[in-house]
């Protein structure tokens, strides 16, 4: 348990953005909402001038259900960054920014993958906004489709005519392994890959999914961008994240709390820890902010 009267807390008047992270934050290890964390952020909404903002490397669609429960798409500027940011969302649901990566680099990558990891456990998937191309149905695609995500197979030589014909408009591409498999030395290979391009960086979300994607592209320089549309300041900000490409958007936020079951280095540069995502941890941080002294 952690203790509650030391928390940092910001002034509740003066938040008006809450941006949170999908997976291992919002969500518990069910990949569920729980009803404490759905009251307590339809609390701050509903009390204050506040928007809520969901972040995640997933897709909008994916989120679909999430977003209906927390009846969030009835509100003006609750906005969502998708894809890490290579997809911004509007409260009506249209795109209002979008970033794709060029698809030689695309060919190149997946040329790495299956040349490195020939005979390993591993899969491929190109982001293409709301959904994911796989070259093949295995447990990396019953992976994503847990996870909520619309998948679509195709044989590879299928796959790899559409992107040569530009027939994709891809987001983001992701090689599916898992951690003994890409930090037995594909790490350094795909990071000498990926130095020797412009314009492309290496992030992960999750440690079965490593992502390569546009460099300027991140949940941080998303929070960025919707702050500028806002005309927020960093101080009026409380963001909420476990994993490393959580920490771009700490970086931004003036408040940042990292749930209890987050990666060390996130923890280091957070306001707070919080409880966990089974835990609650969400909903500890907006009851001490928001609802100690109820208005209603």
């Not at 969500?27 to 903002?53: M, Q």
């Amino acid at each position: 348990m952690i203790d509650e009267s030391k928390l940092i807390l910001p002034d509740p008047n003066n938040v008006r953005i809450i941006i949170s992270d999908c997976d291992g934050t919002l969500l518990n290890s069910k990949h569920e909402l729980s009803e404490r964390t759905n009251k307590a952020i339809n609390y701050a909404l509903d009390n204050y001038d506040v928007n809520f903002v969901i972040a995640t490397g997933k897709t909008r669609y994916s989120v679909t259900h999430i977003r209906k429960q927390l009846n969030i798409d009835m509100r003006k500027n609750c906005l969502a960054v998708h894809s890490n940011g290579c997809v911004i969302y509007d409260d009506k649901d249209q795109v209002i920014k979008e970033f794709f990566m060029d698809k030689d680099i695309v060919l190149k990558n997946i040329e790495l993958y299956n040349k490195h990891l020939a005979g390993r456990d591993y899969s491929y998937v190109l982001y293409v906004r709301d959904v994911l191309y796989l070259p093949r149905k295995d447990k990396w695609s019953a992976f994503l489709e847990e996870y909520g995500e619309r998948v679509a197979i195709y044989p590879e030589p299928e796959l790899l005519k559409m992107v040569e014909n530009n027939e994709l408009a891809i987001n983001k591409v992701c090689v599916l392994t898992t951690p003994e498999v890409f930090y037995d030395g594909f790490d350094k290979i795909l990071q000498k890959f990926i130095d020797s391009y412009e314009g492309i960086s290496f992030i992960t979300g999750n440690t079965r999914c490593y992502e390569t994607q546009p460099e300027e592209i991140s949940k941080g320089a998303s929070l960025k961008y919707i702050m500028e549309e806002l005309n927020v300041k960093p101080e009026q900000v409380m963001a909420f994240g476990d994993s490393f490409n959580d920490i771009s958007m700490f970086n931004v936020a003036g408040y940042k709390y990292a749930m209890g079951n987050s990666e060390k280095a996130v923890m280091e540069v957070a306001t707070n820890v919080t409880e966990s995502n089974d835990e609650d941890g969400i909903a500890v941080i907006l009851e001490n902010t928001f609802m100690k002294n109820k208005k209603n």
